[in-house]
């Protein structure tokens, strides 16, 4: 998980118990992503790869800057996926009972352990956390739970050209081209052109369902990468640390 990024000592995929035992950690952060195709050119890892970066790097920012101790755990390997997506090799769809199960274990294990601020960083479009936090919330009224988007939190259209840009597009691609150059070859990219769904309520969002991928994409992609750099994913991401790291910190200080 760490290839070319600095090791975290707020990362527990690297950490060990020696190291944290005597610690204590008021905040504990769970990146959520997906196992699933991005364009031709993006790991199947993607989501998981940037919602853990992402979120290691804020760790490290509430850190140093505002003071306050977390935890990131593991992602959360698997994101909920549309037809036409998960009928595609490897890709992995859990069921929502399946991804709540995991969330009310992790929320257990954890409250049992002392703990009572969890955010969740999420990395991927087709997970909705809201009726699982509400449940919980129920359920342990003393736990708190937020959970956030890490790409939604600025602008697109400060950072990046590309005008449609949801999966495997210029943002994502200009992040892995930041965290993980070595696993990006960008010439291998489809143009993510993505084709107007068949019912038209749905394209024009006044109403939802799953979009079937294959009536939407060629490529798995959905916006173009091809106008993607580093330089771009690491001043998205750059931006973004300090407003997650916030979230951190205020989660933590009560
Ligand atoms: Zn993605």
């Known amino acids: 998980m760490q290839a070319n990024r600095k090791i975290s000592e707020y990362d527990l995929v690297t ?5 944290i035992k005597d610690e204590k950690y008021s905040v504990v952060v ?5 196992v699933e195709p991005h364009n031709y050119h993006l790991p199947y890892f993607t989501d998981c790869y940037l919602s ?8 490290d920012y509430a850190n140093e800057h505002l003071g306050v101790k977390a935890m990131v755990l593991p992602p959360v390997v698997y994101g909920a996926q549309n037809p036409g997506q998960w009928n595609k090799a490897f890709c992995i769809h859990p069921r929502f009972e399946t991804q ?3 969330l009310e274990d992790i929320v257990h294990s954890l409250y049992r352990q002392g703990f009572r601020n969890l955010l969740i960083v999420n990395g991927h479009g087709g997970n909705t956390f809201r009726p699982m936090i509400r449940d919980l919330a129920f359920t342990y009224p003393d736990f708190r739970i937020l959970s956030m988007e890490w790409w939604t939190v600025l602008p697109h259209s400060d950072y990046f050209e590309a005008e449609v840009d949801e999966h495997g597009g210029e ?3 200009s992040a892995m081209m930041h965290y993980y150059p070595e696993l990006i070859d960008l010439s291998t990219a489809g143009d993510g052109i993505v084709k107007p769904f068949n019912i038209a309520a749905v394209e024009n969002k006044k109403a939802w369902t799953p979009r079937h991928w294959d009536a939407i994409t060629d490529d798995t992609g959905l916006g173009n990468p091809k106008k993607a750099s580093a330089e771009k994913g690491k001043q998205f991401v750059e931006d973004v ?6 979230v951190i910190a205020e989660l933590g200080k009560e």
């Open 15 to 19: 950490q060990n118990w020696g190291k």
């Open 30 to 34: 769970l990146p959520w992503g997906a």
């Open 52 to 59: 853990h970066a992402v979120a290691c790097d804020s760790a």
């Open 100 to 102: 709540k199960a995991i």
């Open 171 to 173: 943002l994502e691609t």
């Open 241 to 246: 640390i300090p407003i997650i790291a916030e």
